[in-house]
């Protein structure tokens, strides 16, 4: 049943290591965000894809990138951790870009060592 | 001024008890309303959904939203220990920074029912 699956759960990563978080989904929804949630904070856009159209928040920093090879997967790829990337990675998708239909998988978190 | 404020509590009342949580915001552009709960280490889920103002209930949920005030609030009646968890509050609108279906969510608050 699950509709929005992240994996893995929990990523431990060394400062500098690139790291892969997965994002998959099952309601062919045309939209996927990347969310990123530190503690006790606000979840906060990085960026988000319509279709195959790349969205990228002005603030989101370089060493984030993403990618969507197709309708149900996109990935986050951090180039190079640091400790400040320390955080809860979160996926949604959404229908359409309107906000109400947005469903959140379960999240990632990751610690930087 | 953040756009989105919100007292991250925590927040702790007794089993049966109504729950008033709140948040307050800058931008009077915003049209949608949300908000999500979210349980320790898992993702934010929908809870309750409003467009522009007014009012929306839900069983033991209720949703106001006081546009003039720019102030949105949630209630909980007769409040139960599976509510226990981050209330976060989320608003968009149309056309937000030019990144639609964008969610400026506030930081949440922590509420705890005790039984």
């Known amino acids: 049943d699950a509709m929005v699956i992240q994996n893995p759960r929990y990523q431990v990563t060394q400062f500098g290591k690139p790291v892969t978080l997965s994002c998959s989904q099952t309601l062919n929804h045309n939209v996927m965000y990347w969310y990123q949630q530190k503690s006790s904070q606000a979840p906060k856009l990085l960026f988000h894809y319509y279709d195959k159209d790349f969205n990228n928040e002005a603030d989101t920093p370089d060493n984030f990138q993403s990618r969507r090879p197709n309708t149900s997967f996109c990935f986050l790829d951090i180039r190079s951790p640091g400790l400040g990337d320390a955080a809860m990675y979160l996926c949604?998708?959404?229908?359409?870009?309107?906000?109400?239909?947005?469903?959140f998988g379960p999240g990632t978190r990751l610690l930087v060592l | 001024q953040k756009e989105v404020e919100q007292d991250p509590g925590p927040l702790s009342v007794p089993e049966g008890a109504i729950v008033s949580l709140n948040c307050t915001y800058s931008n009077s552009a915003f049209q949608y309303f949300m908000w999500y709960r979210q349980y320790s280490r898992k993702g934010p889920e929908l809870l309750m959904y409003t467009y522009s103002s007014g009012n929306k209930e839900d069983g033991r949920f209720t949703a106001q939203v006081d546009k003039s005030s720019k102030y949105i609030s949630l209630f909980i009646r007769d409040s139960q220990p599976s509510d226990s968890a981050t209330y976060l509050c989320a608003m968009s609108s149309p056309d937000y920074g030019g990144s639609q279906g964008n969610l400026i969510f506030g930081k949440g608050t922590k509420l705890s029912v005790k039984p």
């Open positions: 949604a998708t959404s229908r359409d870009h309107r906000v109400e239909t947005q469903y």
